[in-house]
């Protein structure tokens, strides 16, 4: 099972990318949000998380393994959530993921159907079936931090400040969207914060 790949992005498609690595050239499958992340990324090295599958009918004998990236290991952990669903399945999972995981995270979580069924390959009665199985699992989700490139390190870091202070703004008091609106408006500033004093403090002197 091949999780991690690191090389060359050389080129760069609506559905999918080659990265070169060495004298191969792989091509790597990637769903629509993170696309943009990678188009400033051509012809630079870039380490993505990857999930294997095999495409094909078994009956016809043609059967070909499949990778798909991401820039985290929480964007695919989301993913895989998502493709176990019902009538979701990798194929359409790819096609259906063209919001930042935490906007759907966050859709899933308020229970949002129609947003979640004008997603491509969604609709009414799948929406339905996703909140159903997955709404008590995507709170995490729902907080990440929109991907930079950057170290595992590094965003695992970021990650647990939000999700930390998250829940300090559950105990003082506000209800999860006010919480989520809050952390998300101290966010788009681009500030990097190093605790969750830092961005509590940011959050109420700028109000």
């Known amino acids: 099972m091949i999780t991690r790949i690191t090389g060359i992005v050389t080129e760069l498609y609506t559905d999918y990318l080659v990265l070169e690595i060495g004298a191969f050239g792989y091509e790597v499958l990637i769903p629509e949000f993170a696309r943009r992340q990678l188009q400033s990324q051509l ?14 009918n078994p009956t016809q004998g043609r059967m070909t393994p499949r ?13 895989e959530l998502f493709c176990s669903v019902d009538g979701v399945g990798t ?18 979580e308020d229970q949002n159907a129609k947003l979640l069924s004008s997603l491509p390959g969604i609709g009414p ?37 939000i999700s930390d202070t998250f ?11 006010d919480a989520r609106h809050l952390i998300d408006t101290v966010l788009e500033k681009g500030k990097k914060f190093k605790d969750v004093q830092d961005v509590l403090q940011a959050i109420y002197y700028s109000r």
């Open 91 to 108: 194929k359409k999972a790819l096609r259906a993921m063209v919001r930042p995981v935490n906007e759907v995270a966050a859709a899933i």
């Open 125 to 161: 009665a799948t929406a339905e079936r996703i909140i159903a199985k997955l709404r008590r699992k995507v709170p995490k989700f729902a907080l990440m931090v929109s991907q930079n490139i950057g170290t595992d390190a590094e965003q695992t870091v970021t990650r647990d400040i």
């Open 167 to 177: 829940e300090a703004l559950l105990a003082l008091g506000h209800s999860e969207s």
């Open 43 to 56: 012809g630079k090295e870039v380490s993505l998380c990857t999930i294997q599958y095999i495409d094909g």
């Open 67 to 79: 990778l798909v990236g991401f820039l985290s290991a929480v964007e695919r952990e989301f993913f």
